[in-house]
C-alpha cells in the first residue's frame, strides 16, 4: 500500500482526497519509480479542485511531475537505483501522476536526474522551471540576445515566471517583471529583475499596436496581457506564449505581425520531444543558480497539497510548491 492524492467523479460528486492505494493498482507502464518528490503546479490546481476539466479519467492520481527512483524496469535505458524525472505527457490527465509514493509510467517519458540536481532541487524546478527554460531556448532561436533591449516577463512571481526571471538574468539580459503583487518586488530583484511593472499596465483591453518597448516577452498569462505585449513588441520582437492564466482567448489584431514583423512562438512542455527536455534539463544545470531555487521554493508534505491548490489558482503562492510525497 503506499499514501497518494485521488480525484474520484461520480454520482456523487467531483472530489479530491488523501488515501492509501494498492500497487496493483497502478496503471500500465515498463518502469516503477518510488517517488521521492512532486510538486503543485497550476495544472495541478485545476486538477484537484476541478474548475478546468484537465482530468480526463477517473479515479487520477494528479501531479505532472515526479522525482524518484527507479525499482523495477523493463525499459533498457533504465535500471533499478536510477534516477529520474518526470514532466507532463499527460501524466496526471490520463494517467496516474506523482502526487504519489509510486507510479509505474513508461520509460520514454523519463529522462535521467541531471547530476547537478538533487530530486528536491529537480521538483523546485519542475514542469514551470523547465518550460520556462524551454521558453528561453525559444527567444535564443529567433536570435534574441542581451543587447536586444528589454525582455519582459509576466506572470513573474508564479513558477514559471521566476525561472524565467532568473535564468534571463543570469544570461544577461534585462529583465522587466510584470506582476499583480507589489509586495513580490523585492523577491522579483534578488532573482534578476531590473524593474517592475503592474500586471494593470498589460491586463486591459489595448489598442492594436502600441509604443515599441519589448525586445522580447515570456508570456505565462494569454488573453489581453498577451495581445498588448505583442502590440508593444519591438521590431522583429519575439514573445514565447506558455500559459493562460487571465484567459485562453487572444483578443489581439495582425498589425503586430505585419507591421512590425514579430513572431509569437508557443510553448508546450506537455508532449514535447525528448531532445527538447534533455537540452532543457542541461541548460537548467548550466544557467539557472541552485541557490535561487530556495529563494523560490517552498516545501510542504502531501496531505497539505489539497488545500493549498485552491491558494495556488488564486494567485496566492510565491515561486514553487514542492511535494514531500513521503510526510
Request: charged letters at 20%.
Amino acid at each position: 500500500m503506499f499514501k497518494a492524492i485521488r480525484i474520484d467523479k461520480d454520482e456523487a460528486g467531483y472530489r479530491a482526497a488523501l488515501t492509501e492505494l494498492d500497487e496493483g493498482a497502478l496503471p500500465e507502464g515498463d518502469v516503477m519509480v518510488d517517488v521521492a518528490y512532486s510538486t503543485l503546479n497550476y495544472k495541478d490546481g485545476l486538477a484537484i479542485t476541478g474548475t478546468n476539466p484537465v482530468v480526463r479519467r477517473f479515479p487520477m492520481v494528479p501531479g505532472i511531475d515526479l522525482a524518484g527512483t527507479v525499482t523495477h524496469s523493463g525499459h533498457p535505458e533504465y535500471q533499478r537505483g536510477d534516477q529520474v524525472v518526470l514532466n507532463g505527457w499527460g501524466v496526471g490527465e490520463v494517467h496516474w501522476g506523482g502526487l504519489a509514493q509510486k507510479a509505474r509510467l513508461k520509460g520514454d517519458w523519463l529522462v535521467p536526474l541531471p547530476a547537478a540536481f538533487s530530486p528536491r532541487q529537480a521538483m523546485a524546478i519542475g514542469t514551470a522551471g523547465y518550460t520556462a527554460m524551454l521558453c528561453v531556448l525559444v527567444l535564443e532561436r529567433h536570435g534574441v540576445t542581451p543587447g536586444w533591449g528589454e525582455v519582459l516577463v509576466t506572470g513573474a512571481a508564479g513558477g514559471v515566471g521566476s525561472v524565467a526571471v532568473a535564468v534571463l538574468a543570469r544570461l544577461g539580459y534585462t529583465v522587466v517583471a510584470s506582476t499583480g503583487r507589489p509586495a513580490e518586488a523585492d523577491y522579483l530583484k534578488k532573482l534578476g529583475a531590473s524593474a517592475i511593472i503592474d500586471r494593470a499596465e498589460l491586463s486591459a483591453p489595448g489598442k492594436p499596436l502600441g509604443k515599441e518597448r519589448w525586445a522580447a516577452a515570456v508570456d505565462t498569462v494569454g488573453s489581453h496581457t498577451l495581445a498588448n505585449v505583442c502590440a508593444s513588441l519591438r521590431y522583429r520582437g519575439v514573445v514565447a506564449a506558455c500559459g493562460l492564466a487571465q484567459g485562453m482567448d487572444l483578443p489581439a489584431s495582425v498589425a503586430p505581425f505585419i507591421l512590425r514583423g514579430v513572431t509569437l512562438a508557443g510553448v508546450d512542455s506537455v508532449m514535447c520531444p525528448r531532445p527538447d527536455r534533455l537540452q532543457a534539463w542541461e541548460r537548467l544545470a548550466r544557467d539557472l543558480d541552485p541557490a535561487l531555487l530556495e529563494v523560490m521554493t517552498r516545501e510542504v508534505g502531501l496531505s497539505e497539497a489539497i488545500p493549498l491548490a485552491g491558494e495556488l489558482l488564486a494567485g496566492r503562492v510565491r515561486g514553487r510548491l514542492v511535494v514531500d510525497v513521503n510526510r
